[in-house]
């Protein structure tokens, strides 16, 4: 057998090993109170425009794509989710300090601002998470509100 074929099929081995390592996914049963939109206001489009462009990376229910089934994807998405909800999780946004509660939105308004949120690795795969200028203008406006009825909290 050639050194090549060798190494292919050792290749192959580890590829069909690795398919039994399967991250947790994120995907919680229960309804999480804590939800920003069970404890803030906002209007339905703007809830439909931040679960649709954000939920799958900053909330505690990813809407799983196919190839999520396969190693490494798998591994590679459920990294990119825990980064994400360890600096912002939509579905536990009402735990948080008003301190930290105005803070997150501010970077909110900020990565929506910069075009770094949603991640381009997504937007690619997920077209419709992709904002516009007017979509982008209607999620900084509901932050910025947002935190004129957070700040008074703030201690
Ligand atoms: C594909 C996954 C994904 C999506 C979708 C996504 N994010 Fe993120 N987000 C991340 C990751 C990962 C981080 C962690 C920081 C990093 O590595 O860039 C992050 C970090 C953040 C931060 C922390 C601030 C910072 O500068 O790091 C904010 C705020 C944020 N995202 C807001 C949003 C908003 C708002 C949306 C929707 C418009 C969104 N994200 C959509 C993955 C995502």
Same mark, same amino acid.
């Given at each position: 057998m050639s050194i090549t074929k060798k190494i292919l099929i050792a290749l192959l081995? !580890?590829?069909?090993?690795i398919q039994f390592i399967? +991250?947790?996914k994120n995907q919680s049963s229960a309804p999480s109170p804590n939800d920003i939109f069970a404890n803030f206001q906002a209007s339905?489009?703007?809830k439909q425009l931040i679960r649709t462009s954000c939920y799958d990376c900053h909330s505690n229910n990813t809407v799983y +794509?196919?190839?999520a089934e396969i190693?490494? !994807?798998a591994w590679w998405l459920a990294d990119h989710v825990n980064k994400a909800k360890s600096e912002l999780n939509f579905s536990e946004f009402a735990s948080y300090t008003p301190k930290k509660a105005d803070h997150k939105l501010e970077e909110v308004i900020e990565v929506i601002q910069e075009g770094e949120m949603p991640l381009k690795s997504y937007t690619l795969i997920h077209g419709n998470a992709k904002l516009s200028e007017a979509q982008k203008t209607e999620i900084i406006t509901w932050a910025k509100e947002l935190r004129n009825q957070i700040k008074p909290n703030i201690k």
């Open positions: 081995g !580890v590829l069909i090993i399967k +991250p947790a339905d489009s703007t +794509p196919w190839y190693q490494p !994807v």
